[in-house]
């Protein structure tokens, strides 16, 4: 078997075997297919899509690329969660210590920045010290002591899909809904979660952009996941405004400790109740996911979801003083107003464009090998829907050089769409698939 060989099928609208598919992994992982190859072939799934039966192949292929976890001798149950990606998702850093702190281990491996969506470790990575390094060993011992990990995917778990997903994230190969479903399961089932939360995004700060297409994917991540025996729910969310107001590594961290303190910004607060209550009903901690709210709500009032979210940083060697002080954390050198141009309701502020924006203040990757600049991104501080006068605060800049200030600004005031018109806010959620 070649490689260009099955390079060649694909781009020429063919299934794979799953033999081929086996192959092409294996060569991956171990380093026999060169970057431009892989690159192709993601092109080329990109491109021409792949059939249910080839993508859970791959997925398994990518599982099987690597160690696979058995947290049972950890923990009972552990669940997990998993965001399609999006823009200001500090998702994960408030469910993940509130769900731990109401008694259900959380164990979980995050990725990074990819295109224009942010990333956990980058994140956390904004917190001096904070280490995303963590072997299997210690991954366990974590969660058998304090019920709580948040670290990178191990070299050895799922490494094909490490590998691609670096490339996907800058060759132009990140919205393919089986590249998009493999990645994530795989992952998921490699790490050894029982059960699965699946937070799918949708629109136009989504990978997929039509309710349809979300829904799909979903259905896919769905169904690999109750092949491969943990059981999986999927929300469909919206990710056509930014989530919160928070877009860059350390203003997202703040963001999240503030939300965590019962400070947060309302959609975002009401976005992770939602999704915290849906791990722990699947985790069998509550009846319905309506009764796992007050929970939730609970975990966020006694500040015990807060306590976890320190607990974490310590395990993880990070400096805890930034999460007592978050005024510690470096700000950017320009931080600048944008304000209301016009009067009028507020009908879009495209997610997908704030994101682009905050890869380029430096918050994102646009090379493999890029540092992220934890410091700078935005805050856009209104929803669809808002009504605001001429001169009124649109959103801030954090910019660490001066030219981008005007950049910014410019792509910004592009960014909000007004209306004289009333407009309906747009909906959190669309749906639930399980
Ligand atoms: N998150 C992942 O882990 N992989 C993707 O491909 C997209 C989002």
């Known amino acids: 078997m070649r490689i260009v060989d099955i390079i060649i099928k694909k781009r020429d609208k063919q299934e794979l075997s799953s033999e081929e598919i086996n192959f092409f992994i294996d060569e991956f992982a171990k380093g026999n297919v060169p970057d431009y190859q892989a690159s192709a072939w993601a092109m080329a799934v990109l491109l021409n899509g792949m059939t249910p039966r080839e993508t859970t192949t791959l997925t398994m292929a990518m599982v099987n690329s690597g160690e696979i976890i058995d947290l049972s ?15 200001g998702d500090k998702t994960t850093l408030v469910v993940e210590p509130v769900v731990a702190a109401c008694g259900l281990p959380v164990g979980k491996m995050s990725g990074r920045g990819l295109g224009f969506s942010g990333g956990t470790l980058d994140k956390m990575e904004s917190v001096p010290g904070f280490r995303t390094d963590l072997d299997t060993e210690e991954f366990l011992k974590q969660l058998n002591e304090i019920g709580l990990v948040l670290t990178g995917q191990t070299g050895d778990l ?27 399961m795989s992952k998921k089932i490699a790490a050894g979660a029982h059960r699965i939360v699946l937070d799918v995004k949708l629109g136009l700060g989504a990978f997929m952009e039509t309710e349809e297409e979300a829904r799909v994917l979903a259905e896919i991540m769905v169904k690999i996941g109750d092949l491969a025996g943990r059981k999986t729910v999927a929300l469909l969310s919206d990710m056509n405004q930014p989530l919160g107001v928070a877009v860059g ?24 109740l939602e999704v915290a209550a849906h791990m722990l009903h699947l985790g ?5 996911p ?54 009028g309701y507020i009908k879009e502020i495209n997610a997908r464009k704030v994101g682009e924006l905050s890869v380029e203040l430096g918050a994102g990757r646009t090379k493999k090998t890029d540092p992220v600049d934890h410091a700078v991104g935005l805050m856009i501080h209104r929803n669809v829907g808002d009504y605001v006068k001429k001169g009124d605060l649109l959103a801030t800049i954090h910019a660490n050089q001066e030219e981008m200030v005007k950049y910014s600004r410019e792509i910004l005031l592009d960014t909000h769409k007004f209306s004289d018109a009333e407009v309906e806010p747009i909906p959190l959620f669309y749906g639930v698939i399980d």
């Open 290 to 343: 309506k009764s796992a709210e007050k929970m939730v709500a609970q975990a966020i009032q006694d500040g015990s979801g807060l306590e976890m979210f320190r607990k974490l940083v310590i395990a993880q060697e990070g400096d805890v003083s930034y999460i007592d002080n978050p005024e510690k954390f470096l700000k950017a050198n320009f931080i600048e107003e944008v304000l209301a141009p016009e009067e």
């Open 249 to 272: 590594n350390s203003l997202e961290v703040i963001e999240a400790i503030d939300t965590l303190k019962g400070k947060g910004p309302e959609d975002f607060y009401l976005h992770c």
């Open 73 to 87: 001798d950890a923990v009972e149950i552990a669940v997990d969660k998993h965001s399609t990606g999006g823009v």
């Open 158 to 184: 799922a490494p094909a899909d490490g590998k691609l997903y670096a490339l996907r994230d800058v060759t132009g190969t990140v919205p393919s809904m089986p590249l998009i479903a493999s990645s994530i």
């Open 284 to 288: 069998g901690k509550a009846d319905s």
